[in-house]
Structure formats: structure tokens, C-alpha cells
Antibody
């Protein structure tokens, strides 16, 4: 049974870079055909899809965030990561990593990690 | 972007009664090549991640009680919860995966009357 767990700082200063990692257990990123994804949830904007990455490193992301987002994968560690640059208070949210339910660039998500609250504040 | 609009924003239903949540997309979610609607439903309880209930608009995820059902076509979809149980209190979301960016509805809060 695949499980995902987010990790990273819970507090980031404005204008700095948010960095999170999603550790995957119970399954191999490199032996899947999934675009492993990131979704965030803030009180103001609800659930927002950030983007996803294939084990080969191919990525795609939400155009609303694309200029600030980098998603990467490390198959040797069976994890993938998110970097969001130049953060503001509007980036305060619970960040989830999730596995798609089907292959391809569009999909539902199941399962999800437990989520990590990231607060942007000085 | 496809905009997903849920209604109502909140509702209160008595135990044992039926709850109905609607989701409308700004464009059709039907792929004619496979005749599937690219729509999923989730529930979310406080402090927990969303949990998948339904995909392909009407296919129940394994382990989801059969009192949950999804229906609809084109741009209009419905999640129905028959015989409401106390543990069904949650926020419910629809999500389209017809195209990127993947988008979600704003959520519907379901409470017990």
C-alpha cells in the first residue's frame, strides 16, 4: 500500500523559497507510470493543483504558479520535491503530495499525504 | 481553466436522510473518444487530507460505502449520500481532470440537522 509523507520547514520568510519533499513508501516512483503531484489548500483559495512529475523528470505545472515552481524527483531516494520561489503570505497553505489514480497528465488523486502546513511570515 | 462550481456551499441533513451535492463545470467533462466523464468526488474531514470517493463521475472507489453515489453528464454532476450517517459529516469537493490545470470545486460543508 503506497503511502506518502511530506516534510520540510513549517515557516518560510516572505520573498524566500519554500522547499518540501514527499517521501514515498510501499511503492517505487521509478516503476510507476504516474505523474506524482502536489496540491495545496489555503482558506482563501481552497484546493489548488500545483503540478506533477514523472519518474523521468518530466514536469508540468499550473500556469498560475509555473514561473515560481520547480518540481524534481530523486528515484534513488524514492522521493520528489517542490520548490516555490519568492513566496508571499498568499502562499501560506497546507501542502499535500499525492499519487494519481491513473496514468497520464490528468487524473484524480489517491492516496494523499497527510499534508504539511507552511506559513509565510517574517 | 475549467471552473468548478459547487452548490450549495453548505447543507444540513437529518440522520438517515438523503444529501445531494451539485457540481457544475464551465465546460463539458465528457471525452467522446472513451465516453467517460473526467470528474471525481472527495470528502475531507478536519485535519485530514481529501479522501477519494468517486471517479469517472460514477465509479465508487474500493471500500467506499454504497450509500455514496455519483451521477451526471456533460457539465452537471451530483453526489448523493443516501441514509446519512454521523461519520459523513465533512466537506465534499468535486474535481475535474479533463484538462490541465486540474481544478477543484470550492467545497460543500455537510452537517447533521
Amino acid at each position: 500500500q503506497v503511502q506518502l509523507q511530506e516534510s520540510g520547514p513549517g515557516l518560510v520568510r516572505p520573498s524566500e523559497t519554500l522547499s518540501l519533499t514527499c517521501n514515498v513508501s510501499g511503492g517505487s516512483i521509478s516503476r510507476s507510470n504516474y505523474y506524482w503531484g502536489w496540491v495545496r489548500q489555503s482558506p482563501g483559495k481552497g484546493l489548488e493543483w500545483i503540478g506533477g512529475i514523472y519518474y523521468t523528470g518530466t514536469t508540468y505545472s499550473n500556469p498560475s504558479l509555473k514561473s515560481r515552481v520547480t518540481i524534481s524527483v530523486d528515484t534513488s531516494k524514492n522521493h520528489f520535491s517542490l520548490k516555490l520561489r519568492s513566496v508571499t503570505a498568499a502562499d501560506t497553505a497546507v501542502y499535500y503530495c499525492a499519487r494519481p489514480g491513473i496514468t497520464g497528465t490528468t487524473h484524480w488523486f489517491d492516496p494523499w499525504g497527510q499534508g504539511i502546513l507552511v506559513t509565510v511570515s517574517s | 481553466d475549467i471552473v468548478m462550481t459547487q452548490s450549495p456551499d453548505s447543507l444540513a441533513v437529518s440522520l438517515g436522510e438523503r444529501a445531494t451535492i451539485n457540481c457544475k463545470s464551465s465546460q463539458s467533462l465528457l471525452y467522446s473518444s472513451n465516453n467517460k466523464h473526467y470528474l471525481a468526488w472527495y470528502l475531507q474531514k478536519p485535519g485530514q487530507p481529501p479522501k477519494l470517493l468517486i471517479y469517472w463521475a460514477s465509479t465508487r472507489e474500493s471500500g467506499v460505502p454504497d450509500r455514496f453515489s455519483g451521477s451526471g453528464s456533460g457539465t452537471d454532476f451530483t453526489l448523493t449520500i443516501n441514509s446519512l450517517q454521523a461519520e459523513d459529516v465533512a466537506v465534499y469537493y468535486c474535481q475535474q481532470y479533463y484538462s490541465t490545470p486540474i481544478t477543484f470545486g470550492q467545497g460543500t460543508r455537510l452537517e447533521i440537522k
